[in-house]
């Protein structure tokens, strides 16, 4: 039966065969290709990958040395600004304090010569009472109610003169 059959069917079988054959064929050879393309986009999509990430990298580096180059230049500009207020700040300090140093000497010459001006006057009226004592005979009394009005005008020029306006600087 087996040669019966093949010689019915046998055409037909080997062209079966041959054609799974061939179908066999062909799709060994689809497999290897859609592998090499396959192969392919896998280096390719990795390449790119890695040059995206190279750019990427360049690009985030970039911007940070940017940022870096502004925020170095706005603390440069800060610490100038800093240094030109403190350096405005020293010169107005030092003017101000020349000029309390220039009126507080003139204070003092004026208080001075206010001092020496008094002394002046209290020599002049202890003269002029002594000069008085002499040409006339005083009682004990009237010579010491003289030197009283003499002390409390004393007292006086002494709380005058401490109290005179700009003592408080």
Do not use: C, Y
């Amino acid at each position: 039966m087996e040669v019966l059959r093949d010689l019915i069917f046998g055409n037909q079988a080997r062209d079966f065969t041959q054609r799974l054959s061939d179908i066999d064929d062909r799709l060994e050879a689809i497999r290897r290709e859609l592998k090499s393309e396959q192969d392919l986009f896998t280096q390719s999509l990795t390449k790119s990958s890695v040059d995206q990430g190279t750019t990427l990298r360049k690009e985030t580096h970039g911007r940070i040395d940017k940022e870096v180059q502004m925020l170095s230049e706005r603390i440069e500009q800060l610490t100038a600004d800093m240094s030109r207020q403190f350096e405005e700040a020293r010169r107005m300090f030092e003017a101000k304090l020349d000029r309390l140093q220039t009126e507080s000497g003139d204070r003092i010459r004026q208080l001075e010569e206010k001092t020496r001006q008094r002394d002046d006057d209290l020599r002049s009226e202890m003269l002029a009472a002594s000069a008085w004592l002499e040409d006339k005979k005083t009682s004990r009394h009237d010579l010491g109610r003289m030197l009283e009005e003499l002390g409390r005008q004393i007292q006086g020029n002494i709380e005058a003169a401490a109290s005179e306006p700009g003592d408080e600087a």
